[in-house]
């Protein structure tokens, strides 16, 4: 009987030696894994600026002005005593829009989002409005766009003082 | 020996001899050697039914795919000798294989080859569709089938960012967008503006799924270089792996199908 | 006439005349697939396309390099449809008189040599496909625009021809559903699709007879709502994503008046007049109901029905419940579709704020 317990034990035991070793392994490789998975995330990426100085809030007319389009992705947009920087990217998915000055809107190309001059949605499949980029005027009264701080509309951050500057 | 051409002499030569270890397959002996000694041809049974062999039934889609497969391989491979995947250089290497290089037509074999190729992979399911192909006992190799439609249709995304051309990353663009809006991992999708704990947004551009995809916020040349290994290296691997397991299976799974 | 087809191409008229065609077709497929039936539409197809392609607009966008595989598609498809619906029609019309299907006679279920029967068919289609694409790598150009410019999208971005169909989607469906979920879910149904499928029948052999069910819901995916969007997608979106007939010449300055409202609109501005609540849980109440019926509610009433319960007597509930939930996925495609056409429906549910909307 004895002999039998022994017996016993050992398999008990040999299975646990399976286990922890199924254990150790699976935990191996899901370590192996997540350490795969962080390595397709690099620390530094060189991607352009994301802050520009766009001259003096006089040199903009009322109305869309496109210098920075190319360069920075941002419209300057003047209404009604506000000057917004406007981002370029389509909220739908993420082409850049045209602004059509005939008919007072942005229209994207790629699925006929259109937004008015203000930024707001209204055809198209577009799910939100344009984004608004930072805006403030710096030491020596230029304007400064920061595009790492987003306003977004349907938040509630449109009235936000750093959303535009008055003129 | 009077009365023997040219050709029976090379089957007898020694050199002959030690590459087709049978004779000429007209008869059944030999016939069976053939397919079974050749590796390449061993990817078939001996016999098969009729209605395997007939174009009407088949429509030879599957068979071309992977024809189509292994001459995009070929025509791929002579591509990388003149192609760099960076912005600088990736978009002046495609006008040089065009104008520098001789026979010019290499890309274009390459890009309707791979426009092909998603052609005969659904033609080759719609067919596997119409002749209830995915019934028992074949419905784990549909299901291998499935998946390598869309690494099919993955492989030629991939290989549309490397012209680096207008086309190329506007189509990207549009393409990886999508990736923003999963639910929960893309910072654009459902669930993402949940997952913010105060000021600490937990998904955002810089974490999503789309970051590892493009390796940056926009399309830009890290993302050239990642889908240029995705569409050399990875993904042929593993489609590579899946065919052999998609062949293979269907050699278990009885054969091209026919009614039971 | 020109006028008239460009007006008809429209998805909200095409799309219903596609769907009664193909119902058309599926309902009287033995006439159909009849080689004189083949005979006839091609006698008056071909001409039809010849006049077709007198039309420069037309010309200029079915030769457009990138839109040749979808010809080559459109011509195989219709091609492969009509042929599978000749050998089922050949197929149920033995099945009726007591036959085997063809597939399964004596002499097609006697076995050949690989060699030469099989090897020789392969190769002679690897030689026709090599020739043929060497061809085409002749005569058509690859494509290259202008080096990529990240400022300036081209007009219209198209994606590559095989995901028009999800790009035709994104009219009406938001990213998540067009790019994720509903690919996800085309994914997980072809998945699915032999465990859903318990039928025993029609394995191995062409049959519409034996398997309506299984025919009906996958031709329908498949040519409607796949090809077709491909194809709305390809040659009818022009610039700034806006349908242009065929015979429309792609003017960048088209407009098109469209204002497309969601349901929360509807319900607090102009039913109950009142101003939109700032709870956005109040304010979508409907849509999310409506919803939450659809995907909660509509399976199990679906389940106390004949139909239902016939089913799930087939293939369990487990079974029953899965081809349901493809099933609503698969058809709200259409009904978002229908919606937008009628109402200007923009979203059922719109909760920007979480950028779940639908």
Redesign the interface.
Known sequence: MSEETRQQLNRREFFSFITVGWVAFTAALAGLGSLAFRF???NV?F?PEMDFVAGFPTEYENGVDERW???F?VWMVKQEGKLVALS?ICT???????W?P??LKF??????S?YYMSGIN????A??PLERYKISLNSDGKIVVDKTKIFRY??GQWDHPDSYIGV | MSGKGFADKVRETQVWKSIFRHGPPNNARNRAAVIAGNVFLHLHPIKLKKSGVQLGYTWCMGGLTFFIFLALTVTGLLLMFYYRPTAEYAYNDIIALKEHVPLGIMREIHRWGAHAMVITVWLHMFRVFMTGSYKPPREFNWGVGVILLVLTLLLSFTGYLLPWDQLAIWAITVGSNMAKATPFLGHGGPGAALAQIGDFVMVSDKNDVRFQLLAGRFVGEPALLRFYILHCVFIPLVVGTLIAVHFWRVRKDGGISAPL | MKEFINWMADPIRSFPVVTLLYYLMMRYYRIVGTKKFAYISLAVLLPVVVWFCTDPNFVAIILWPDNIPINIIIVLIAWLTWYSLYRCAQNDERLEQGLTPIEATPENREKVWTWPNLVYVELMCMIGTTIFLVVWAIIFKAPLEEPANPTWAPNPAKAPWYFLGLQEMLVYFDPWMAGVVLPGLIVVGLLAVPYIDTNPKGNGYFTIAERKMAMWFFMFGWLVLWIYLIIVGTFLRGPNWTFYGPFEFWDFHKVVAEYNVNLSEFVWVKWLNMPMPHNMIVREFLGIILTAVYVVVLPPLSATTKWGKKLIGDMGKVRYYIFIFLLLGMTSLPIKMVLRWLFSLKYIIALPELELSL
């Open positions: 397709t995330y690099p990426n991607e389009k190319n360069g992705g370029n739908h998915l993420g082409c850049v829009p045209n059509l005939a008919e229209k994207c190309p790629c699925h006929g259109g209204f055809e198209g499949p799910p939100r349907e938040m």
